[in-house]
Nanobody, 117 residues
């Protein structure tokens, strides 16, 4: 079965950093784009960052540009999200996902990120 498992979430102070990791199993996603999304209580799930199959192209939500960095290691079938200068509004459950063509077809269960002021 295909599984995506996120890790690295936790409680941090504003201005701190966290590094999220997503490990895929069941199949290789080295040929596909991957991304990170987040969902805060009472809000819709929103796009955070994406990366193409090779890792040579990335894009970010305006709210995280300059603070977050997405990367991937296709040999290990992983994708990471380095989050710096965290703000309370970054508090959310963060999900990694894989996009086969247009939609994101595979999703992890999420990891909680809580940023205190």
């Amino acid at each position: 079965q295909v599984q995506l498992v996120e890790s690295g979430g936790g409680l941090v102070q504003a201005g701190g950093s966290l590094r999220l990791s997503c490990v895929a199993s069941g199949r290789s996603f080295s040929s596909y784009a991957m991304g990170w999304f987040r969902q805060a209580p009472g809000k819709e799930r929103e796009f955070v960052a994406g990366i193409n199959w090779s890792g040579g192209s990335t894009h970010y939500a305006d709210s995280v540009k300059g603070r977050f960095t997405i990367s991937r290691d296709n040999a290990k079938n992983t994708v990471a999200l380095q989050m710096n200068s965290l703000k309370p509004e970054d508090t959310a459950v963060y999900y990694c996902a894989v996009r086969l063509v247009v939609k994101y077809d595979y999703w992890g269960q999420g990891t909680q990120v809580t940023v205190s002021s």
